[in-house]
T-cell receptor, first 116, second 112 residues
Framework: KAGVTQTPRYLIKTRGQQVTLSCSPI?????VSWYQQTPGQGLQFLFE???????NKGNFPGRFSGRQFSNSRSEMNVSTLELGDSALYLC???????????????FGPGTRLLVL | EDQVTQSPEALRLQEGESSSLNCSYT??????LFWYRQDPGKGPEFLFT???AGEEKEKERLKATLTKKESFLHITAPKPEDSATYLC?????????????FGRGTSLIVHP
């Protein structure tokens, strides 16, 4: 069974630009969550999508947005990039069958974003 | 505010020297506690899920245990390939949802 895939793996942008990252979950998984990981803040939750609807959202500015398609693939967009957005962006998928709080999340390899 | 604290931040062991990593949490209504291993530049790799106090799970040289306030990841006779950052995460109800909260991790280095 294929794991979570993320594209691209590496990305270099300049301040003010926007970027779109893609995530394909494990087959059959309906929940996709996005995280930002930095040395200073660790792993921080961005948002979760389930069946094309945003189910949960972390404390990030509106420049960070996402969406999920009918095949459960998800995209994350960051507009007006800032230097502080440089990070490893991780996507995780789970079955997401319900709000049981017992879902194991499986992570992708991440997209390394560098903002210059 | 819910918190997840991992200790120590860094740990250096000699090959074969057993030790334990700690993850303490102060959430209400724990639904699950998860351990992950993360290698540099890669996404976290799932290791264990624990649901209730007293539960234990094992995988090769790793054993995870859970109490009402903390979890331990015991590493028996570690090898250099066990070197990685170990992350724990807890899932508990928060405003009607279950957003997982991660600790900062323990960086483990095993010397041959």
């Amino acid at each position: 069974k294929a794991g979570v895939t993320q594209t691209p793996r590496y990305l270099i942008k300049t301040r003010g630009q926007q970027v779109t990252l893609s995530c394909s979950p494990i087959s059959g998984h309906r929940s996709v969550s996005w995280y930002q990981q930095t040395p200073g803040q660790g792993l921080q939750f961005l948002f979760e999508y389930f069946s094309e609807t945003q189910r949960n959202k972390g404390n990030f500015p509106g420049r960070f947005s996402g969406r999920q398609f009918s095949n459960s693939r998800s995209e994350m967009n960051v507009s007006t990039l800032e230097l502080g957005d440089s990070a490893l962006y991780l996507c995780a998928s789970s079955g997401g069958r319900g709000a049981s709080g017992r879902e194991t999340q499986y992570f992708g390899p991440g997209t390394r974003l560098l903002v210059l | 505010e819910d918190q997840v604290t991992q200790s120590p931040e860094a740990l250096r062991l000699q090959e074969g020297e057993s030790s334990s990593l700690n993850c303490s949490y102060t959430v209400s209504g724990l639904r699950g506690l998860f351990w992950y291993r993360q290698d540099p530049g890669k996404g976290p790799e799932f290791l264990f899920t624990l649901y209730s106090a007293g539960e234990e799970k094992e995988k090769e040289r790793l054993k995870a245990t859970l109490t009402k306030k903390e979890s331990f990841l015991h590493i028996t006779a570690p090898k250099p390939e066990d070197s990685a950052t170990y992350l724990c995460a807890v899932q508990a109800p928060s405003g009607g949802s279950y957003i997982p909260t991660f600790g900062r991790g323990t960086s483990l280095i095993v010397h041959p």
